[in-house]
């Protein structure tokens, strides 16, 4: 059957997040069931402000972090906001993996694994059975819970970069249609 669980990553900036919805419009178009979450960053004119999750299914959005101050663990210049996070972005992968036939992830780094809740949902997922596209920090190998996750054998992990970055969300897309095929 081999590998179904994609794993995005690459430098900050890079494209990882266009490169997922991209690939979500296609499955969409195939009549695939996709459910899960996206991060997005939040600009303040040129300076960002923080970044906002979003629900797939429900359009739901709230904060994942904000700059400045407040209450909450730090990763650099953010706040992080586990609250908001768990409420819609560990529960919309909670709820795909319970119907959807792939699971977005996006993404699997710093600020969330800062939530016990997201790394219990992210190895529930990758355990699921289902088809996961995820995103995870280029910098994840420096983490525990990155390695173990980079190591496993049903991972694929694209390096997503300025030369590649066009054509990887098809050929992502025709991955996982591939791998629907033995389920469907």
């Given amino acids: 059957m081999g590998k179904k669980n994609f794993l995005i990553t690459g430098r900050p900036g890079v494209g990882k997040t266009t490169a997922v919805l991209r690939v979500v419009e296609m499955l969409k178009k195939e009549g695939v069931s996709v459910g899960g979450f996206v991060s997005k960053e939040v600009r303040v004119g040129r300076t960002r402000a923080g970044f906002k999750v979003i629900d797939l299914e429900t359009g739901r959005e709230g904060y994942l972090a904000r700059a400045g101050r407040g209450r909450g663990p730090r990763v650099g210049k953010y706040v992080v906001n586990l609250a908001e996070f768990e409420d819609i972005g560990v529960k919309a992968v909670e709820e795909a993996l319970e119907g959807d036939e792939v699971v977005v992830i996006d993404e ?28 995870i920090h280029w910098r994840a190998g420096r983490d525990e819970f990155g390695r173990r996750i980079l190591s496993r054998r049903d991972v694929e992990v694209i390096e997503l970069n300025l030369g590649n970055r066009d054509r990887v969300p098809r050929e992502i897309f025709e991955r996982i249609l591939s791998c629907l095929k033995d389920y469907r």
């Fill in 108 to 135: 699997i780094g710093p600020m969330e694994l800062y939530s016990g809740k997201f790394r219990e949902v992210v190895e529930k997922a990758l355990n699921s059975g289902r088809v996961v596209l995820a995103t």
